[in-house]
């Protein structure tokens, strides 16, 4: 196992397992009751997701889905869940009394310097760092719980990145997958911070539940690779596995387009539609990202019907030729140095097409 796989595939797991701990840690002081520490228990199926992957595939990643990214929104998820819920209950760090406790802080910092000297360096470090958690802990919640939102969104795209690669993508592939994160993380947030900010959705608690349920779909996104990877197959003569070809040809875009429809864009104007012609939620930017989405969703199945014609003219044209089209449909062009492999599929597709048997002495020559 090479040294930087490791360190990779460990670090960015550490990673994970830190940023959950300061989630629950949130979660027990907001609602200070020590039994919400056992969320951190969570971080166990991370712990052994990182063994079992370091024993069979020596820290790389595996095809189309990454198991450490879904199990750390495991770990994290419920904690902004119950951040959220809880919202706006604690002081802010801008109220009289959260000024006194950084004041009296202050003194009792420089009253140790004074008093122990270099004797006491161990216990003033440690005062130290209980002080300094003690003023993280005046923050108002809001701001920590969306800090813990951005920071959340941020380490899945670097985590994402420092995770080792398997033998199924690419680094072109990679590279493409984190750029079509960063946009879809800084819509997730929007939606997130934009629809809970809003005073008559947080008197309401079903709704946002819903929100975070809205919310929770759109982020099953980011463990898969499927944006990027086309679906391997064979070459076919028969017209029932049309679907099949289109699927191979087009895997990604597909892939891509049921998301924005199903997972995204759709479901986020769904909600916003039921803030504005339910709730009767009106404001310029709830608006402008409605107008967004039905946007996005109209040019999706745009690209969707182009695609499915463009494939259909394709097809026609392919089969009054009578060539053959192998994923991700390209024309099938035999050569001398054409695979055996290729050799094999095409005696298949003579098998199907009897019209073909008089040319394949010369084809394969």
């Not at 490791?6 to 020590?34: C, D, M, Q, Y």
């Not at 370091?54 to 770990?75: D, E, H, M, N, V």
């Amino acid at each position: 196992m090479e040294l930087m796989v490791l360190l990779n595939a460990l670090v960015t797991r550490l990673l994970f397992v830190l940023h959950s701990l300061i989630g629950v840690w949130r979660v027990t002081a907001v609602k200070k009751e020590p039994k919400y520490w056992l969320l951190a228990l969570l971080n166990l199926l991370l712990c052994l997701e990182t063994g079992l992957t370091l024993k069979f595939k020596q820290g790389r990643g595996y095809k189309w889905f990454s198991p450490a990214i879904f199990l750390y929104l495991i770990c994290t998820v419920p904690s902004l869940w119950l951040l959220e819920i809880h919202h706006g209950t604690q002081y802010c760090g801008n109220e009289p009394g959260a000024v006194q406790v950084n004041v009296s802080n202050h003194d009792f910092n420089q009253s140790r310097d004074s008093s122990h000297g270099s004797e006491g360096t161990d216990h003033h470090i440690i005062q130290t760092a209980k002080v300094f958690v003690n003023q993280l802990s005046t923050i108002c919640e809001t701001v920590w719980t969306l800090a813990l939102h951005q920071t959340f969104l941020l380490l899945l795209v670097v985590g994402r990145w420092l995770l080792p690669i398997g033998v199924e993508i690419t680094r072109d592939q990679l590279s493409q997958l984190l750029l079509m994160f960063v946009g879809t993380a800084a819509d997730i947030l929007e939606f997130a911070s934009e629809t809970l900010d809003i005073e008559d959705v947080r008197k309401n608690y079903a709704l946002i539940n819903a929100i975070l349920a809205v919310w929770t779909w759109s982020m099953l996104q980011f463990p898969l690779d499927l944006a990027v990877q086309h679906i391997g197959c064979k070459p076919t003569a028969s017209p029932r596995r049309i679907p099949s070809l289109l699927l191979c040809r087009y895997s990604a875009e597909l892939w891509n387009i049921g998301v924005s429809l199903f997972i995204q864009d759709g479901p986020f104007f769904i909600v916003r539609s039921i803030l504005m012609g339910h709730f009767r939620i009106f404001n310029q930017m709830l608006v402008f990202f409605t107008a967004k989405n039905i946007l996005v969703v109209t040019l999706q199945l745009y690209r969707l019907a182009v695609i499915t014609l463009d494939f259909r003219a394709t097809v026609l044209q392919k089969s009054r030729k009578g060539e053959v089209s192998c994923c991700p449909c390209e024309p099938y062009e035999a050569s001398t140095h054409a695979t055996a492999d290729q050799d094999t599929v095409m005696k298949e597709f003579v098998a199907f097409s009897p019209k073909e048997e008089s040319k394949s002495p010369s084809e394969d020559q």
